[in-house]
């Protein structure tokens, strides 16, 4: 990466951090560029450099935000993901410490991100990213375990909110709780106390 290229993603890296920080105070329509640049400690020429609108911005963040939350991902727990035709049916039960480990730890490291997006899903557009995701990954596995094509939506629903809830309370505590026991938690709240899957 050559310096102007190490410039602009440092820019934009103050950009997305100041963009998460100012939501956490107020909705997405009421946030001006003034603020974004003071926050980002960048000039308004700056910002119109990388930036036509704050919707550019808020483009990029939603992506900043997904980039980071996959890199915690090893490369073979993303293909499996990617690969649903033809992994092993046990390799795509991804309630266990291989996905739920790196999941977990992405809160623990980002929960100013990771709630700030949680209560931002509509204005970080997360809906259309669930839906990609419910399409090429989701389905095919629910697919694969024969689960009525009808009954779909809920069942991911009931797995994404719960384990988003439980996620959630663990960051207001603080993350007092070790990520083995939550990881622990989730799967007792799936698969029972005194199922063995």
């Known amino acids: ?72 991902f090893t490369t073979d727990t993303k293909s499996i993901a990617f690969n649903v035709a033809n992994s092993n049916l046990d390799e795509l039960n991804f309630i266990n410490s291989k996905y739920l480990t790196p999941y977990l730890t992405y809160i623990r490291e980002n929960k100013e991100i990771f709630s700030t997006a949680l209560s931002h899903i509509k204005s ?10 419910f399409e090429h990954i989701f389905n095919p596995i629910l ?5 009525p094509e009808e009954d779909r939506k809920y069942v991911m629903m009931y797995y994404l909110n719960g384990i988003n809830a439980i996620s959630s309370e663990w960051v207001k505590d603080g993350c007092k709780k070790s990520i083995e ?7 007792t709240c799936i698969f029972g106390l005194n199922n063995e899957h």
């Open 1 to 72: 990466m050559n310096k102007s290229e190490s410039k602009y993603f440092n820019t934009a890296k103050k950009m997305n951090l100041a963009l998460i920080s100012l939501l956490k105070k107020k909705p997405f329509e009421y946030i001006t560029i003034s603020e974004l640049c003071e926050k980002a400690g960048v000039n308004r020429s700056t910002f119109y450099l990388h930036y036509e609108n704050t919707y550019d911005l808020l483009s990029e963040t939603t992506q900043y935000i997904l980039d980071g939350f996959l890199s915690y």
């Open 181 to 187: 026991e939550i990881a622990k938690i989730i799967d």
């Open 143 to 147: 697919d694969r375990f024969h689960y």
């Open 124 to 133: 970080f557009d997360f809906g259309s990213v669930y839906e990609r995701m």
